[in-house]
């Protein structure tokens, strides 16, 4: 896992620092129960494995936060927000929210894949 060797700066170097740390704590919790498809017929001490595994669980991560990305425009539009609050929030122009995210502003209520159970209620 990945120490941090000084204080974090303030602010978005900050959130930054601590997503990283967040994730890669993640990662090393899951790694364990992920078995890349071909490692079977690879030695037990093969140099690939550690590595292949930590990707294979990042890019599920990174499809997860694409989804939950998109869930949260969703619910931020529903909310009242619009694209410039959106695309702030983003990191994202008004506009480079709108191509990520078009039709937001049309009025539907956000939908959960089915593997999420996620209450509208507070």
């Known amino acids: ?5 000084v204080t974090p700066p303030p602010g978005e ?3 930054a620092l601590l997503a990283v740390q967040a994730v890669d704590e993640l990662v090393g919790g899951l790694e364990p129960h992920v078995a890349y498809p071909s490692e079977a017929n690879w030695h037990p001490d093969d140099a690939r494995r550690p590595a292949l595994r930590r990707l294979r669980v990042l890019t599920h991560l990174q499809n997860a ?15 009242g927000a619009g694209y410039p609050q959106i695309g702030e929030a983003a990191h994202l122009s008004r506009q480079g929210a709108r191509r990520r995210w078009p039709g937001l502003m049309n009025g539907s209520t956000p939908s959960y894949p089915s593997f999420l159970s996620r209450s509208t209620e507070p």
């Open 1 to 5: 896992m990945l120490e941090a060797d």
């Open 13 to 15: 170097e900050r959130l």
């Open 65 to 79: 936060v694409k989804e939950l990305e998109s869930i949260a425009a969703r619910e931020a539009a529903a909310a």
